[in-house]
């Protein structure tokens, strides 16, 4: 058990919608990093929060937006969906902010 | 553009044997390579992880072999086992920005299948 917990595991929805994905940090860790994986683009990098503020930015879409609160869970909110945004979604921590160290579960997104 | 290339995209072993997966890069600017495990329904974990200034680093069965002037690295698994069936990606990273992050950039992932 990697202490990372993302809710909900499964979300099925249709296209044009919007949803929220959510995480909880290993107790401790103070950074989050959102990743999206999928059959043809494999794991990309979309976003990094440290102790409440955005750190880094990889290839994340404007139609796609997260947020760390003060209790360090963050949301990462997905609008306007696609069909191509089908994927799963992971979410890791770490406590220093450096490499990603502990990944969750994921959340599969079907878009139908 | 693929920073990371990994081979093969997939790989069958018998039980007790070597597995081996082979990883290149075209960033010099990276500086940490860390190796992740992921079952399937289950996120990537980190297996083990190297710096260029070395050029093999072993843990248990697990050993990375680096070779900086040729841009690749490999992950050996000795005694292959059946609990060993996992999907396997290689990572680059290096420090982004002024807070220190190392954002790893993955590779396509190997589907490693050990018969028993």
């Known amino acids: 058990d990697s202490g990372v917990t993302q809710t909900p595991k499964h979300l099925i929805t249709a296209t044009g919608q919007r949803v929220t994905l959510r995480c909880s940090p290993r107790s401790g860790d103070l950074s989050v990093y959102w990743y999206q994986q999928s059959l043809d683009q494999g794991l990309q990098f979309l976003i990094q929060y440290y102790n409440g503020e955005e750190r880094a930015k990889g290839n994340i879409l404007e139609r796609f937006s997260a947020q760390q609160f003060p209790d360090l869970h963050s949301e990462l909110n997905l609008s306007s969906l696609e069909l191509g945004d089908s994927a799963l979604y992971f979410c890791?921590?770490?406590?220093?902010?450096?490499?990603?160290?502990?990944f969750g579960d994921g959340t599969r997104l079907s878009i139908l | 553009q693929q920073q990371v290339k990994q081979s093969p995209q997939s790989l069958i072993v018998q039980k007790g044997g070597i597995s081996i997966i082979n990883c290149a890069y075209e960033n010099t600017a990276f500086d940490y390579f860390p190796w992740y495990q992921q079952f399937p329904g289950k996120g990537p974990a980190l297996l083990i992880a190297?710096?260029?200034?070395?050029s093999e680093k072993k843990e248990g069965r697990f050993t990375i072999s680096f070779n900086k002037s040729a841009k690749q690295f490999s992950l050996h698994i000795m005694d292959s086992q059946p609990g060993d069936s996992a999907t396997y990606f290689c990572?680059?990273?290096?420090?982004?920005?002024?807070?220190?992050?190392?954002?790893?950039?993955f590779g396509r992932g190997t589907s490693l299948i050990v018969h028993p």
């Open positions: 890791a921590s770490s406590n220093t902010g450096g490499q990603p160290q502990h």
């Open positions: 990572a680059a990273s290096n420090r982004k920005g002024t807070g220190g992050s190392y954002i790893p950039t």
């Open positions: 190297i710096r260029p200034d070395v």
